[in-house]
């Protein structure tokens, strides 16, 4: 009987589909904090370009970055320009459109972090 109930647990989960996350497009309220440990806030705004490609675009304290984004299962991430420097930011997708990702940049030590929450 054991055999059994365990086999019918397997079998359902793997009938039963996986629940993928997403991310949508649109406009992303921004909180990040830099390298050296100071805040800063502005937007992000992300158009898809496939089921799992996209362009980002941040606005934050006056500077305008872009960059071409990837989903992967729960894994989201996107390379960008900023100014002269190439920069690669990994986000976690969360549920209720909320990226929670930590970033770097070329030429500077350590890492950074920034939330990214739909706005309605």
Same mark, same amino acid.
Request: proline share 2%; hydrophobic share 40%; aromatic share 8%.
């Given at each position: 009987m ?5 086999y019918?647990?397997a079998?359902?989960?793997f009938?039963?589909?996986?629940q993928?996350? $997403?991310? +949508?497009?649109g406009?992303?309220t921004?909180e990040?904090?830099n ?10 705004t992300?158009?898809?370009? +496939?089921? $799992? ?5 941040w606005?934050?304290?006056? $500077? $305008? +970055? ?14 960008y320009?900023l100014?002269?420097a ?15 990702? +930590?970033?770097?940049i ?15």
């Amino acid at each position: 009987m054991k055999k059994y109930l365990a086999y019918a647990a397997a079998s359902l989960a793997f009938a039963l589909p996986a629940q993928a996350q $997403t991310v +949508s497009a649109g406009t992303y309220t921004v909180e990040g904090t830099n390298l050296d440990g100071s805040a800063y806030n502005g937007t992000a705004t992300i158009t898809l370009t +496939s089921e $799992t490609t996209c362009v980002i675009e941040w606005k934050t304290g006056g $500077t $305008t +970055s872009e960059g071409v984004c990837m989903l992967h299962e729960d894994a989201f991430a996107a390379g960008y320009v900023l100014q002269d420097a190439v920069g690669l930011v990994v986000y976690k997708v969360k549920d209720g459109g909320v990226l929670e990702g +930590s970033w770097t940049i070329t030429g500077k030590d350590g890492a950074g972090a920034e939330k990214l929450t739909l706005q309605p």
